[in-house]
């Protein structure tokens, strides 16, 4: 049995997140679901966690049957406005014949502007896994052609919901992603088995002058990662700048908020994070936190990104 969502405030919220934008598609839900509340150290520590309940919205290109979808995972603003990356990523993917479900990990757990430490990247991979599992029962899913996209806070969910630990944690034996695919999301961090992945492929997309979340780790991570044998690809975008995809921000804009980019932390035995280097706790008060970041559009680079996850993407649900 299908449930609209329950809570009036997620409808509302979804709802003018996409009521000024141009989609293509046959038909729209907003669906509920329920996942988990916790800090990182508890995610990481596999404890359960208090229940909380989210919302998506669901576009399917076509409603007389089934369709590939991709769960898209907004960044630290949110599921956002016009010109937001969710909602044009929405609008080619459902152009290119793929559903979308934007997740909005950030309202049913009351979160906005400075409280978004209450919830880590890396613990909103049980919000994709709680989603996949969700979608996987739709009537209008192809539940064995079901991705997931993440945006820099939201890259987290899409790139560590490839790790073999957190599948056995939160995900259930029978259900797996088709594919993972990260946009311009961290990868300062170490985490225990994080070389260990699904067999599906992984694709990181990443702008060469990011400032706010550098290219750097990711080319790191990357490369670890084909050491060990993964399936992943990292594509680069010359002269892109952090939301390199996200139309509203034509003009650069210049922040003062707080960037991990010189920091590297990792995992140790009891779920906490340290600094790499100096062992101490996890802590925005680190020296290794910088402030002052770019954020810029860059068509060029968008185009491309666009191309090229439609083209990975159909050659993960249609292989040859």
């Given at each position: 049995?299908?449930?609209?969502?329950?809570?009036?405030?997620?409808?509302?919220?979804?709802?003018?997140?996409?009521?000024?934008?141009?989609?293509?598609?046959?038909?729209?839900?907003?669906?509920?679901?329920?996942?988990?509340?916790?800090?990182?150290?508890?995610?990481?520590?596999?404890?359960?966690?208090?229940?909380?309940?989210?919302?998506?919205?669901?576009?399917?290109?076509?409603?007389?049957?089934?369709?590939?979808?991709?769960?898209?995972?907004?960044?630290?603003?949110?599921?956002?406005?016009?010109?937001?990356?969710?909602?044009?990523?929405?609008?080619?993917?459902?152009?290119?014949?793929?559903?979308?479900?934007?997740?909005?990990?950030?309202?049913?757990?009351?979160?906005?502007?400075?409280?978004?430490?209450?919830?880590?990247?890396?613990?909103?991979?049980?919000?994709?896994?709680?989603?996949?599992?969700?979608?996987?029962?739709?009537?209008?899913?192809?539940?064995?052609?079901?991705?997931?996209?993440?945006?820099?806070?939201?890259?987290?969910?899409?790139?560590?919901?490839?790790?073999?630990?957190?599948?056995?944690?939160?995900?259930?034996?029978?259900?797996?992603?088709?594919?993972?695919?990260?946009?311009?999301?961290?990868?300062?961090?170490?985490?225990?088995?994080?070389?260990?992945?699904?067999?599906?492929?992984?694709?990181?997309?990443?702008?060469?002058?990011?400032?706010?979340?550098?290219?750097?780790?990711?080319?790191?991570?990357?490369?670890?990662?084909?050491?060990?044998?993964?399936?992943?690809?990292?594509?680069?975008?010359?002269?892109?700048?952090?939301?390199?995809?996200?139309?509203?921000?034509?003009?650069?804009?210049?922040?003062?908020?707080?960037?991990?980019?010189?920091?590297?932390?990792?995992?140790?035995?009891?779920?906490?994070?340290?600094?790499?280097?100096?062992?101490?706790?996890?802590?925005?008060?680190?020296?290794?936190?910088?402030?002052?970041?770019?954020?810029?559009?860059?068509?060029?680079?968008?185009?491309?990104?666009?191309?090229?996850?439609?083209?990975?993407?159909?050659?993960?649900f249609y292989p040859k």
């Amino acid at each position: 049995m299908w449930k609209q969502a329950s809570s009036v405030f997620l409808f509302l919220t979804l709802l003018a997140s996409v009521a000024n934008a141009q989609f293509v598609f046959a038909r729209q839900e907003v669906l509920s679901f329920e996942s988990l509340m916790m800090p990182a150290k508890d995610f990481l520590a596999g404890n359960k966690g208090e229940p909380v309940t989210l919302a998506g919205y669901l576009r399917l290109p076509k409603s007389d049957g089934r369709n590939p979808v991709v769960i898209l995972f907004h960044g630290a603003g949110g599921v956002g406005g016009e010109g937001s990356p969710v909602n044009d990523w929405s609008r080619v993917l459902n152009g290119a014949g793929i559903a979308t479900f934007a997740v909005d990990s950030f309202s049913g757990r009351g979160v906005a502007g400075r409280n978004l430490g209450r919830v880590s990247p890396v613990s909103r991979v049980a919000d994709a896994y709680r989603a996949l599992e969700l979608l996987s029962k739709h009537p209008l899913i192809e539940a064995d052609k079901i991705a997931v996209m993440g945006f820099s806070h939201g890259g987290g969910a899409a790139l560590y919901s490839s790790l073999v630990r957190f599948a056995k944690q939160i995900g259930k034996p029978d259900l797996q992603f088709a594919a993972h695919i990260s946009v311009y999301g961290a990868c300062d961090t170490t985490y225990r088995q994080d070389e260990v992945l699904t067999p599906r492929p992984v694709l990181l997309l990443h702008g060469i002058a990011d400032n706010f979340v550098p290219i750097a780790p990711c080319r790191e991570y990357a490369a670890r990662l084909s050491q060990a044998g993964m399936n992943v690809r990292l594509i680069e975008y010359p002269d892109a700048h952090h939301v390199f995809d996200g139309p509203v921000f034509r003009e650069p804009v210049r922040l003062e908020g707080p960037t991990s980019r010189n920091c590297r932390f990792t995992e140790i035995e009891d779920g906490s994070l340290v600094n790499a280097v100096t062992k101490q706790p996890y802590s925005f008060s680190d020296p290794c936190f910088e402030k002052g970041v770019t954020v810029q559009y860059n068509e060029a680079a968008a185009k491309k990104a666009h191309q090229d996850v439609t083209a990975f993407l159909k050659d993960v649900f249609y292989p040859k």
